[in-house]
Every structure is written in C-alpha cells, then in structure tokens.
C-alpha cells in the first residue's frame, strides 16, 4: 500500500512551486491519500479476463474494399484545382 506523509507532500509541493499552509497541506494529504487507497481497492478487484472480448481493430460495419472512384465532378465544384487536385491557400511559409 503507498503512504505518503506529510514531508512528502511538503516535498512534492515544493517541486511543484505550490505554496501550502499547513492547513492546506493537511487537507490535501487527506485527498491524496483516499485517492490512493481508493486505487488500492481497484487493484483488488478480480474479474474473468475469458468473458473479455477483444475488439481491438474489428470493423463490424462492412469491410474495407477500394473502389475506384471518378472524382471529376468533385473537383469541378473546388474553386481551384490543378493537376487533378484541390488548390487551396498557403499556411505555412
């Protein structure tokens, strides 16, 4: 379990340039430390990693095909285009 006291927090505070009275930095040790004892009962929790599915980089809406595409008419609505593509304002110098 991580206890922190109030020198290190003192510590920690004075890294961070916070300015805390002692009845500030009572008060934020007391935050900080249910805060962590609350992280501590979440690393208690147990569950079933099987019932867990993956769905990192599934596409379950259609699959991903190219299709070749006429993009003529698109272009003939850009204000400017040159050499089959949009001609846009300079941003960057």
Known sequence: MIKLDKKELQRLADLSALKLNDNELE??????????????????VKFATDTIKDTKNINIFRQDKAVPYNSCAILK?????????????????
């Not at 934020?28 to 690393?43: F, G, S």
């Not at 609505?77 to 110098?93: G, R």
């Open 77 to 93: 609505q850009a204000p400017e285009e040159k050499n089959y593509f949009f001609v846009v304002p300079q941003i960057l110098k």
């Open 27 to 44: 008060e934020l040790l007391n935050q900080i430390t249910k805060v962590l004892d609350y992280t501590q009962e979440l690393n208690q």
